[in-house]
């Protein structure tokens, strides 16, 4: 029997693969249709927004609808600041879980490598995200996402396959 830490974190590890292959229609297919998926903005240089309806979030989508939006438009090619594509690299740690049978609430540490093709600049976001993970037939889904970024000074663009 697998570990239920190992098994979360093997989820988030395929997640950060399928954001790096660009496979984001497997990706998007790990999300319920009721996700939320939002990248908070700082108030403070210790406090982060906590109601994305009333205050900035640097992304927030309220449901896998809007997720999908975005998946679409850097697909599409029409997001401008996004062609081309960047490379990314994902890497997670620190895994931690709180774990029932059929929900989780995961911790995990990110560092997203970004190789931006038009500039030929490498850049690095980093920071924590805190999931919300249903279990679904035998695997799980995402139901609310929420990455904080640590280095939150943004030269250029930020976009879902960044964190």
Not at 4 to 21: G, I, K, M, N, S
Not at 29 to 47: G, I, M, N
Not at 78 to 90: E, F, G, K, W, Y
């Amino acid at each position: 029997m697998i570990d239920p830490t190992q098994e979360v974190a093997q989820f988030l590890y395929r997640e950060a693969r399928f954001l790096d292959t660009r496979d984001w229609m497997a990706w998007l297919a790990l999300f319920t249709e009721d996700a939320v998926f939002r990248v908070p903005a700082w108030k403070s240089e210790h406090d982060i927004t906590t109601d994305p309806t009333r205050e900035l979030s640097l992304i927030y989508c309220a449901s896998r609808t809007r997720i999908s939006e975005r998946v679409q438009r850097a697909l599409s090619g029409r997001s401008v600041a996004s062609i081309p594509l960047p490379r990314t690299q994902h890497a997670v740690s620190n895994v931690m879980v709180t774990h029932t049978d059929a929900s989780a609430t995961v911790q995990a540490n990110f560092t997203v490598h970004l190789f931006d093709l038009k500039k030929k600049d490498t850049r690095v976001f980093f920071g924590h995200s805190t999931y919300q993970l249903l279990r679904v037939a035998d695997d799980w889904r995402i139901r609310d996402k929420t990455a904080v970024l640590a280095n939150d000074y943004l030269p250029t663009l930020l976009d879902f396959y960044c964190v």
